[in-house]
Structures are given as structure tokens and as C-alpha cells.
């Protein structure tokens, strides 16, 4: 049986929401009437997001797509000359928007900046001063490794506006993660600060830093800004304070003509072995994919404050900041942990600064939901329109907790999937789409997505692969200096197919969900099964607070499920606890599912963003190397994963 629908859209979002102005601009009835028009034409469709947003050219373009290449090197807005950061920053700090503000940060000590447009503007033009100062020229790439402080956005559309190229690094990256990404791109700058605040510590990134360009022998300058105060620079010469440098020179800096195809960024994914993947991102597709989507997907508008947990080293940083101010909104930068000093701390940030678009991971609730409603309901959120998260596959409890008690059942969750490849997201739904829990509602706008069988026939009514069946503005345009590998990870399985690695599914109503990375996939005795589902029916028990499911070698079923439970009172673990969950997964899936191994252990592995590392315990289950571990937040819940394998 389907599920229901648990969401409908209102008065506001059917009479007000910009994506229900879209439709009655382009004389459409419905919402499918207009998916369907963006998936079969996409001429039309993005021709129209260009001109509706406005996005700005300094020369028109000549041809929306070109496919003369083949559709892994499509090229979008072909003869055309833009900059995002004319976009982003220049035009509204000589429009009527200067005075409004662009960006409010909190540290985690409750300091709280703001700058407005034309404040953004000023800094953003002496960073690209003192860029060009010390020799940064159109090409060169900059490495921007630092956490979400106001001068980081200023660095990035610096960066933007002398036609450079930006790598933002994760700021918890340790130094060998760092100097792989730098010498990947061959950068020329780094651009960090001394360091910030996490859970009442000082993170020392420039230590760091240091410690990374001693292996990046093509970096000639570290531009560094001042959080902490109180240290002294490595190398002189090399190095040099940012308050310094931008002091040193005056007058505006106008953002540079560049082809629409010109990159703009190099987003870095890590990979499970062998070096990250840079995926590579141009000025007019990048910054045309993501203001629409910010604009239609959680509809942003003027007013809005717009604040995504997030990291500039994650696809979601350079989301919000560039299609939050490509659209004139107030976007808001924390510092800190989310939970800290306070578990309340997150619920605060919000009814304080009046964030009306929140975005949050799935992990990131189901740890919030043990401390219970109380700590969201001694805040006001009543100026919560939009829900948005992304990350992973969710569960019915969480997804239920939020829109129940952080929501108030009146705002929708609009549930994101894509990647740092894909430039933004596959799946979305918009405040016009009826939502049903976990679900991504289907394809975003423009987006040819399907569900394949392993002959890459579409598939209904069962698990397949993810696929995309046309290019699309925001694709990544190759992996850095690595094009060979970039079709064989993306287009080799079938011609002109992109395969994402996803796992997902269509129900009788045509709506979307997801089933973990093809990888993480769980085939026991032939049968497909995504560990997300698992883990949705153990999160499931009153005692569970979080689980993780992984596949290991077995000589009679090919593979048996082992899993990993966090409880929320570790006095409730026991063989009575497990008998109960082994037969919970076994009466969901049937008895050949039933797990083999049922491990208590006090934290899951987690990425900042809250991922949890399946293939790290995967890893330390099977008693092999883990591959890259530089974007874990928490190593030493790796420590309680291999206890629990001893103690069994």
C-alpha cells in the first residue's frame, strides 16, 4: 500500500511562491505540466530561468546548449560573457539592494556581524585588490580552506570576480587532505584563517595549513585571517595577514568578463581509494542552476534569511551563498557546533536571527531528537517557512520529529538530492508539490532523471539504479586534469547516461525516494536492498537513536547484514534488545535479511555534515583500510566500531 501524503500546498505557496509566479508567467496550468516542458525541452526551460531571475550577461549569449561535443561535454550559454560574482554581489550594491543585508554571522562565543550589499561589495573588491596584488591572475586556482566566516564569502567571490578559479576545502580537513587538493589544481594561493571555534575549542587552522603547503610546492602566497588573534605568521614573505593586505590598497575592482564556460570553481569529493575527484564548475551553468533552484526549491525571496548547516568545502556552501545572494536574500553563516554550549543551540540561532529557510541533514536530526522537543519548543520558530535537507536517505521518525515539532506540520521539507558533481540536485520537490514523508517528490525542474534495472530499462515498482538522460547546466565539466576518468566514473555504463550511484525507487504515485550509494547497496541471497531501509526499521524501536547497516562476505547468501546501534540509554542493550531487532528486520524484509550480527556502540562515524561513513565501518568490520577519513569529524567512534567487533 502507498503512503500517504502528509503535506499540501497553501494559499501562499499556490498564490506567492516564485516557482507558482513561474507558472503563470510561462501560461502554464499545472506544476507536471511544467516539469514535463523542462525535462523535454531544455532550450525553452533554461532560456526562460535566465531570463526570469534575471541572471546578467555582459554579453548575450548566442546559444543556450551545445551538443556538438557529446553530452558529457555539453556547453551551456555558449558565446556569451558573464562573472557570478557581477551576479552575486555587484548589481545589487548598486541597485536598490545595497542597504539590505547580505550576510549575518554568529560565532559560536555569540559575537554577530552583518554586512549589507554594499558592505559585501567593498570587501569583496579590496580582496580581489590584494589577490591581484600578489599575482593572482584570470586561471590561476586559489584554495580557500576556512570556515563560514563573512571574509570567507568575501574570498570566494574575489576569487569569482578576477576570473581565478576557487577550491574551497572542508575546514576540518587535517594538512595531508589540504595539500592533496592543492596539488591537484596546481594552486597558487591558499587563503585560510588562523583559525575558529568548535565546541568551546580553538581549532588551530593554520597550524594546519602550514603543515600542507610544506607538501605544495606550487602555493607562493597564504593569505590569512585573523580569528583568534595571537599567533605570528610561518614565512613572511609568504605569508600575509588579510587585514593587512586589504588595507593596503583601495578602489573598486570590476568583476571580469569571462566566457560562460570559463571555470569558476573545483569542488573536490573524497573518494573511498585513490586521489579525490575535482569536479569543475563555469560561471553562467553553475551560478544559472543554483539560483533557480534556490529560487524554486525553497523559494527564496526578499526578506528571507536563508541558513543551511553547512560547510564552504560542501556543494551546499557555495549553494547557499550563491544562489541565496544571486537572488538578493540574507544568507546566515555559523561558526560553531550546533549543539554547543547548549543543546537548545541551533533552535536559538534561528528564532534570533528570524530564519525563515532552514536546512538540515537527517543525521543531524536524529541526533537533535534525543535530547526531545523541549529544547525546540522554548524558542519561537513561527518564522520557519521552508524546511530543506539533503545528505542521505531518511527515515519515517526523524522526518516525522521535524515536520511535527520543528515545522509545526505548516512547512514543507524539501528534501534535495545531488552532489558536488552534479553542481546542485537531481530530486527535489518545490512548495508546489504534495509531499509524502522521506520522499524527494521526483526529477527537479529541467532534470531527465530515471530509475534503471541493470540492462538500464526503466524500472517501476522496485530498486534501481539513479540515472540522468541529458546534460544540464550545473553538470561538473570533467574531473580536473583527469577527463578519461571523469567518463569512465559517470557516462561509461550506457551511451550518453549519466549513472550517479544512487540507489532509487518509484511508488504507484510517482513519487521518488532514495536507498543509499549503489555501493553501501545490500544483496543478500540475490536480493537488492538499501541499508537506509534498514536502518529506518531500527530507528524505529523506542531504544534506538541511530543505526547503520552494512554488508560482509558470507560463503552461503553472498552477503549477511551486520549493524550498528546507538541507543538512547546504553542501559538498554542486551541479547533480549538484540532478539528484538534482529526480528524487526527479519519480519520487514523477511527472514533471509535477518541480521547476523547486532553491535551496541556509543557513536557512529560522521562527516561534519553528518554523513555517516558507512564504508569506514564496512571497513573495520572486515578488518581493512578505511580509504580517505580526512572528512570525519569524530575518528574515534571508529575506536568504539572496532571494540564492539572485538567484544563479539
Same mark, same amino acid.
Given at each position: 500500500m502507498s503512503e500517504p501524503f502528509v503535506w499540501y500546498p497553501g494559499t501562499d505557496a499556490l498564490e506567492h511562491s516564485n516557482i507558482a509566479r513561474f507558472l503563470r508567467n510561462v501560461g502554464m496550468a499545472t506544476y507536471q505540466d511544467l516539469l514535463r516542458r523542462s525535462i523535454d525541452d531544455p532550450v525553452w526551460f533554461w532560456g526562460t530561468v535566465v531570463r526570469s531571475l534575471p541572471i546578467d550577461f555582459f554579453t548575450p549569449y548566442e546559444q543556450v546548449v551545445d551538443l556538438s561535443h557529446g553530452a558529457p561535454w555539453a556547453r551551456w550559454?555558449?558565446?556569451?560573457?558573464?562573472?557570478?560574482?557581477?551576479?552575486?554581489?555587484?548589481?545589487?550594491?548598486?541597485?536598490?539592494?545595497?542597504? +539590505?543585508?547580505? %550576510?549575518?554571522?554568529?560565532?559560536?562565543?555569540? #559575537?554577530?556581524?552583518?554586512?549589507?550589499?554594499?558592505e559585501l561589495a567593498y570587501e569583496t573588491d579590496r580582496a580581489a585588490l590584494a589577490l591581484k596584488r600578489l599575482g593572482v591572475t584570470q586561471g590561476d586556482r586559489v584554495g580557500l580552506f576556512a570556515p563560514m566566516l563573512l571574509e570567507t564569502v568575501a574570498a570566494f567571490f574575489a576569487v569569482a570576480k578576477l576570473g581565478a578559479v576557487v577550491i574551497p576545502i572542508f575546514s576540518g580537513f587535517g594538512s595531508r587532505a589540504v595539500a592533496d587538493r592543492l596539488n591537484d589544481a596546481g594552486a597558487?594561493?591558499?587563503?585560510?584563517?588562523?583559525?575558529?571555534?568548535?565546541?568551546?575549542?580553538? *581549532?588551530?587552522?593554520? &597550524?594546519?595549513?602550514?603543515e600542507a603547503l610544506a607538501e605544495s610546492p606550487t602555493v607562493r602566497h597564504q593569505l590569512v585571517i585573523e580569528r583568534l588573534s595571537g599567533q605570528t605568521l610561518h614565512q613572511p614573505g609568504r605569508d600575509v595577514w588579510w587585514h593587512e593586505a586589504l588595507s593596503a590598497v583601495a578602489g573598486p575592482c570590476p568583476s571580469e568578463p569571462m566566457g560562460a564556460e570559463a571555470p569558476v570553481m573545483i569542488g573536490y569529493t573524497s573518494g573511498t581509494t585513490g586521489k579525490p575527484k575535482g569536479a569543475v564548475h563555469v560561471h553562467a551553468g553553475f551560478l544559472v542552476k543554483l539560483a533557480q533552484e534556490v529560487s524554486h526549491q525553497v523559494d %527564496?525571496? *526578499?526578506?528571507?534569511? %536563508?541558513?543551511?548547516?553547512?560547510?564552504?568545502?560542501?556543494?551546499?556552501?557555495?549553494?547557499?551563498?550563491? !544562489?541565496? /545572494?544571486?537572488?538578493?536574500?540574507?544568507?546566515?553563516?555559523? #561558526?560553531? &557546533?550546533?549543539?554547543?554550549?547548549?543543546?537548545? +543551540?541551533?533552535?536559538?540561532?534561528?528564532? +534570533?536571527?528570524?530564519?525563515?529557510?532552514?536546512?538540515?541533514?537527517?543525521? /543531524?536530526? +536524529?541526533?537533535?531528537?534525543?535530547h526531545g522537543e523541549v529544547p525546540v519548543r522554548s524558542h519561537d520558530l513561527s518564522r520557519l517557512r521552508i524546511l530543506g535537507s539533503t545528505g542521505e536517505p531518511w527515515n519515517p521518525g526523524p522526518w516525522h520529529w521535524l515536520f511535527e515539532h520543528v515545522g509545526g506540520k505548516r512547512c514543507p521539507i524539501i528534501n534535495i538530492s545531488g552532489?558536488? #558533481?552534479?553542481? &546542485?540536485?537531481?530530486?527535489?520537490?518545490?512548495?508546489?508539490?504534495?509531499?509524502?514523508?522521506?520522499?524527494?517528490?521526483?526529477?527537479a525542474l529541467g532534470m531527465a532523471m530515471d530509475v534503471v534495472d541493470p540492462e538500464g530499462r526503466p524500472l517501476r515498482g522496485g530498486v534501481g539504479e539513479l540515472v540522468c538522460r541529458k546534460p544540464w547546466p550545473g553538470m561538473t565539466r570533467g574531473l580536473w586534469g583527469d577527463p578519461d576518468r571523469y567518463i569512465q566514473t559517470y557516462w561509461s555504463r550506457w551511451p550518453d547516461v549519466w549513472v550517479h550511484g544512487d540507489w532509487a525507487s518509484i511508488d504507484e504515485d510517482g513519487c521518488w525516494s532514495l536507498h543509499g550509494r549503489s555501493d553501501d547497496t545490500l544483496k543478500v &541471497?540475490?536480493?537488492? /536492498? !538499501?541499508?537506509? #531501509?534498514?536502518?529506518?526499521?531500527?530507528v524505529g524501536h523506542a531504544d534506538v537513536a541511530e543505526a547503520a547497516a552494512i554488508g560482509v562476505p558470507d560463503p552461503v547468501k553472498g552477503e549477511t547484514i551486520w549493524c550498528y546501534v546507538v541507543l538512547r540509554n546504553p542501559q538498554a542493550a542486551g541479547d533480549s534488545l538484540v532478539k528484538d531487532l534482529e526480528d524487526l528486520v527479519a519480519e520487514a524484509f523477511g527472514k533471509s535479511f535477518t541480521p547476523s550480527r547486532v553491535c551496541f556502540v556509543a557513536e557512529l562515524p560522521k562527516t561534519r555534515n553528518a554523513k555517516v561513513l558507512r564504508r569506514a565501518i564496512r571497513a573495520k568490520a572486515l578488518g581493512k583500510e578505511p580509504g580517505d577519513l580526512s572528512s570525519l569529524e569524530n575518528p574515534w567512534a571508529l575506536e568504539s566500531i572496532e571494540k564492539a567487533i572485538r567484544t563479539e
Open positions: 550559454f555558449t558565446g556569451g560573457t558573464i562573472n557570478l560574482s557581477h551576479n552575486c554581489v555587484d548589481r545589487h550594491s548598486t541597485s536598490a539592494a545595497r542597504d +539590505r543585508v547580505a %550576510l549575518i554571522w554568529e560565532g559560536e562565543d555569540g #559575537e554577530v556581524r552583518r554586512w549589507n550589499f554594499a597558487i594561493t591558499l587563503i585560510t584563517t588562523d583559525g575558529f571555534y568548535r565546541k568551546g575549542k580553538a *581549532v588551530p587552522m593554520l &597550524a594546519v595549513a602550514n %527564496l525571496r *526578499v526578506g528571507d534569511v %536563508l541558513y543551511w548547516l553547512t560547510d564552504m568545502g560542501w556543494i551546499m556552501g557555495p549553494w547557499e551563498v550563491i !544562489g541565496g /545572494l544571486a537572488l538578493g536574500g540574507t544568507v546566515l553563516l555559523y #561558526e560553531g &557546533a550546533p549543539d554547543w554550549p547548549a543543546p537548545d +543551540r541551533l533552535w536559538a540561532l534561528a528564532e +534570533r536571527h528570524g530564519v525563515s529557510i532552514l536546512g538540515i541533514s537527517p543525521t /543531524l536530526v +536524529r541526533s537533535m531528537m534525543k552532489g558536488t #558533481e552534479v553542481g &546542485a540536485c537531481f530530486l527535489s520537490p518545490t512548495p508546489l508539490t504534495p509531499l509524502k514523508a522521506c520522499s524527494l517528490s521526483g526529477p &541471497a540475490g536480493k537488492r /536492498l !538499501g541499508p537506509a #531501509e534498514v536502518e529506518s526499521v531500527l
